[in-house]
């Protein structure tokens, strides 16, 4: 309400590709001393791709990697400098995952992942030859956005349900400092009843699914009077006593 996104409103589950960054690749034959040169002089460097000769992509960790050129005693930097970028890398920290793949399914891979590597980021193939690359919170982000706001529809119409009607009237009624009032409507289906019993259920549920979609077409349609506090009605749907 007044212009900013309330509760019940619908996150999409947008794909992957739409949220993860292109980013450069280089050949995975680079030496791991040009690879460290390119880490050291951008600091904002958090993952760059590899590509072997057969196109398979590998994603190189900024930290990961600047840790794996110090060692375990410190001599790791003279000893890989020469060495190929691939024969650092570790392969398996490496997901792949297409970027027409909703956030939904690649959090379910995400979480499938060896738990080594299940928070890292993974590479987005676009398809074309290119590729990005996604960090696993903001994955976590979205879906938990996507999970909060199912939370607060009906599962069947899509429309706010109880919890988010109360709580966008309770931040309605405790926000608003100008005084103006506010109105709440409800739309009563007479004789609902007489649908479920002698048609089913399912007849039932499409009946409603119509209305809900109606009355959100209508509610779109609404506008704030000239002048007026920018607001937007809440649409909601709510289960009572059939008559």
């Keep these: 309400m007044n212009g900013t996104r309330w509760v019940g409103e619908q996150v999409d589950d947008v794909p992957v590709g739409a949220m993860a960054t292109k980013i450069r690749t280089y050949p995975a034959t680079l030496r791991c001393g040009d690879v460290e040169r390119l880490f050291t002089q951008d600091p904002s460097l958090a993952c760059i791709i590899v590509r072997r000769d057969d196109g398979t992509p590998l994603l190189l960790d900024r930290v990961w990697f600047l840790n794996a050129m110090v060692g375990p005693l410190g001599y790791g930097g ?10 650092l890398v570790d392969s398996d920290a490496t997901f792949i995952i297409p970027a027409g793949y909703p956030a939904t399914v690649a959090y379910e891979a995400l979480l499938a992942r060896p738990v080594a590597h299940r928070f890292g980021a993974m590479v987005v193939d676009y398809g074309d030859g290119t590729f990005g690359a996604l960090a ?9 956005r996507m999970s909060a706001a199912e939370a ?14 109360l709580d966008s009237i309770s931040r309605k009624l405790t926000t608003d400092e ?44 609404c506008a704030a009077p000239r002048g007026a ?15």
């Excluded at 003279?78 to 024969?87: D, G, K, S, W």
């Excluded at 696993?136 to 938990?144: D, G, H, I, S």
């Excluded at 009843?193 to 499409?206: E, P, S």
């Excluded at 809440?234 to 059939?242: D, E, F, I, T």
Aim: one cysteine or more.
């Design 78 to 87: 003279p000893l890989n400098h020469e060495r190929p970028v691939e024969a």
């Design 178 to 221: 100008d005084g103006r009032p506010v109105g709440l409507l409800f739309i009563d289906l007479d004789r609902f009843k007489v649908v479920n019993d002698g048609l089913g259920h399912g007849a039932g549920d499409q009946l409603l699914a119509v209305v809900a979609d109606r009355i959100r077409t209508s509610v779109g349609r």
């Design 229 to 243: 506090a920018r607001s937007r009605p809440v649409p909601w749907y709510g289960r009572g006593r059939c008559r």
């Design 152 to 165: 607060m529809r009906d599962p069947l119409t899509g429309l706010a349900n109880r919890n988010c009607l």
């Design 136 to 144: 696993a919170a903001p994955l976590l982000e979205q879906v938990a």
